[in-house]
T-cell receptor, first 112, second 108 residues
Framework: DAGITQSPRHKVTETGTPVTLRCHQT?????MYWYRQDPGHGLRLIHY???????DKGEVSDGYSVSRSKTEDFLLTLESATSSQTSVYFC???????????FGPGTRLLVL | GIQVEQSPPDLILQEGANSTLRCNFS?????LQWFHQNPWGQLINLFY???GTKQNGRLSATTVATERYSLLYISSSQTTDSGVYFC??????????FGKGTTLSVSS
């Protein structure tokens, strides 16, 4: 499982509130990713990081920000949650020269 | 960008049956992965297979990169094989581009 944990695993929040999701890895992987999974869309990349304090946007980055102050932690923040951000959020790491990605257990977020 | 199409979208099998899932992609790739998402939502790596054939127990995969497709074979299916199977390609940059998946239901 590449030593990935996500917290919280489930969250219910209200529109307009800030939300932070945490991804923690224990194997010193340089690359980390946040994806969201929605019915009919599969998994889509939100943001990724290629090192401490080095991040870049993915396909669906609007409304999200990220931070990586330590190798092991990659945080995803919804500054002001909207109902369209109700989704399942997966963190992933890249392992090995083959760029194989391994996924965490996911966080289910419901924005009311 | 690269398009990834999977077929069939849904598959219903009796336990013990064999199946073939297909992934077509629109451009040349050097990174292709197959995942299984179980009914609890966990994404499990099955194969990293940019070309050639690999086998792992009852599962095997073949990618023909020059013809832009990959196949996942499941033999003697079990109820625990149920879930969604995704093919994913590394696009430009570092993001995986996922197909929409094949939903497999295996009944006893």
């Amino acid at each position: 499982d590449a030593g990935i944990t996500q917290s919280p695993r489930h969250k219910v929040t209200e529109t307009g509130t800030p939300v932070t999701l945490r991804c923690h890895q224990t194997e010193n992987h340089r690359y980390m990713y946040w994806y969201r999974q929605d019915p009919g869309h599969g998994l889509r990349l939100i943001h990724y990081s290629y090192g401490v304090k080095d991040t870049d946007k993915g396909e669906v980055s609007d409304g999200y920000s990220v931070s990586r102050s330590k190798t092991e932690d990659f945080l995803l923040t919804l500054e002001s949650a909207t109902s369209s951000q109700t989704s399942v959020y997966f963190c992933a790491v890249r392992q090995g020269a083959a760029e194989t990605q391994y996924f965490g257990p996911g966080t289910r977020l419901l924005v009311l | 960008g690269i398009q990834v199409e999977q077929s069939p979208p849904d598959l219903i099998l009796q336990e013990g049956a064999n199946s073939t899932l297909r992934c077509n992609f629109s451009d040349s790739v050097n990174n292709l992965q197959w995942f299984h998402q179980n009914p609890w939502g966990q994404l499990i790596n099955l194969f990293y297979i940019p070309s050639g054939t690999k086998q792992n127990g009852r599962l095997s995969a073949t990618t023909v990169a020059t013809e832009r497709y990959s196949l996942l074979y499941i033999s003697s299916s079990q109820t625990t094989d149920s879930g969604v199977y995704f093919c994913a390609i590394l696009g430009s940059g570092t993001a995986l581009i996922f197909g929409k998946g094949t939903t497999l239901s295996v009944s006893s």
